[in-house]
């Protein structure tokens, strides 16, 4: 595939990462109060869009240029939404974490996933109206073809990789929050799509229902039940068991080391 093709879809995904920010800029003007309900379900309904438009067009990057140019873009992407999304996460389960810690209610945590949920699913159209153009050669015939799954191993094990990487996305980013070092976001978009790489193959490396919600809900090669038990259920099941976990003294010292040593002292 020619360079002008991975050229649109750069410029694709700037252009939707240039356009939520401005969402961002006109929800803030617009709601005086941003500590409220209702601006934070926009700016997860925002980060929601944003996340799920990109990574439409990270599957055309995927499909044509294979999974290092993926790589690639999807770290500098995570970098990016690191720096601008705030205390936006895009993702169910994390509100979940917070619910269990006491930090918010379950109200808030099923608003927060519809919101996240509409914001992934409806940027759908808009993205299918840009493949419709064809600007590019890779996206021809793919505005309305149909979808396949990314799932290629046994749902139950499918699940059990989600769950796992997921734990370990969120048990290194709950390490780094409380270590704090240089370059920590950084280090942290390294994992977490040093993770997704590694079980592009398998998985798909989602690692977010509601990405793989958007992305392949109703797609031909698993059920919809087999979808919710993979990337719901074994990717929210990964980040719950992250919290209790976290907080045992045998992984905050193999994880924190010295540091966790000194502050226990």
Request: with cysteine; aromatic share 14%.
């Amino acid at each position: 595939m020619s360079m002008t093709s991975l050229g649109v879809s750069t410029g694709f995904m700037v252009g939707c990462c240039v356009a939520a920010q401005i969402a961002r800029r006109v929800t803030k003007k617009f709601f005086k109060n941003e500590e409220g309900l209702v601006p934070t379900l926009f700016y997860e309904a925002i980060a929601a869009a944003e996340l799920c438009a990109c990574c439409f067009e990270l599957i055309i990057v995927a499909d044509n240029f294979g999974v290092a140019a993926y790589a690639v873009y999807l770290f500098l992407l995570t970098v990016w939404w690191g720096k601008v999304w705030g205390d936006a996460s895009a993702c169910p389960y994390t509100h979940m974490e917070d619910m269990l810690e006491g930090k918010t209610s379950l109200k808030e945590v099923a608003l927060r996933t519809w919101a996240e949920l509409m914001g992934g699913c409806c940027v759908y159209r808009i993205v299918q109206v840009f493949w419709w153009f064809e600007f590019a050669e890779t996206h021809q015939g793919r505005a309305f073809e149909d979808c396949n799954a990314d799932l290629q191993v046994n749902p139950y094990l499918g699940a059990a990789i989600e769950g796992f990487a997921t734990l370990l996305c969120r048990l290194a980013s709950k390490t780094l929050n409380e270590k704090g070092p240089k370059f920590c976001s950084i280090i942290d978009s390294f994992i977490g799509t040093s993770l997704v790489v590694a079980a592009f193959n398998f998985s798909g490396g989602y690692f977010n229902p509601v990405l793989a919600t958007a992305l392949k809900w109703g797609c031909r090669g698993h059920t919809n039940i087999e979808h919710i038990i993979v990337y719901w259920i074994g990717a929210c099941v990964g980040a719950v068991v992250s919290v209790p976990l976290f907080k045992l003294p045998y992984v905050r010292n193999m994880l924190l080391g010295s540091e966790y040593k000194d502050k226990k002292e």
